[in-house]
């Protein structure tokens, strides 16, 4: 069983940046496939970044160019680097945590058994 914590959460104005954190402890698997979700009020929880064991990322189209996913296996932490923050970005941010490679649309919400509690983000215009 892998725990997750997210912290990172902050309210900014548009065009701004924030950076995430995903630490996670328990047992931990560096070949898990890994990623970054959002839900906004009202809307079904979205992949918005996933990223495997060799470093191979994926984005949702609405954040390519301006989010960065990213991984410190030594530290069993995982990071969304946000830039140009725009006020539809606002959600609440959760990482998850796969069981083995990534497979399939690595931005699937049924990939990934372990999630964290989340931690809110706010864009103003």
């Known amino acids: 069983q892998e725990q997750l914590v997210e912290s990172g959460g902050d309210s900014v104005q548009a065009g701004g940046s924030l950076r995430l954190s995903c630490a996670a402890s328990?047992?931990?698997?560096?070949?898990?496939?890994r990623a970054w979700f959002r839900q906004a009020p009202g809307k079904k929880r979205e992949g918005v970044a996933a990223?495997?064991?060799?470093?191979?990322?994926r984005y949702t189209d609405s954040v390519e160019g301006r989010f960065t996913i990213s991984k410190d296996n030594t530290q069993n932490t995982l990071y969304l680097q946000m830039n140009s923050l725009k006020p539809e970005d606002t959600a609440v941010y959760y990482c998850?945590?796969?069981?083995?490679?990534?497979?399939?649309?690595?931005?699937?919400?049924?990939?990934?058994?372990?999630w964290g509690q989340g931690t809110q983000v706010t864009v103003s215009s």
């Open positions: 998850a945590a796969g069981q083995g490679y990534c497979t399939g649309s690595p931005l699937s919400i049924d990939l990934y058994p372990f």
């Open positions: 990223i495997d064991f060799t470093g191979y990322t």
């Open positions: 328990g047992y931990t698997d560096s070949s898990a496939c």
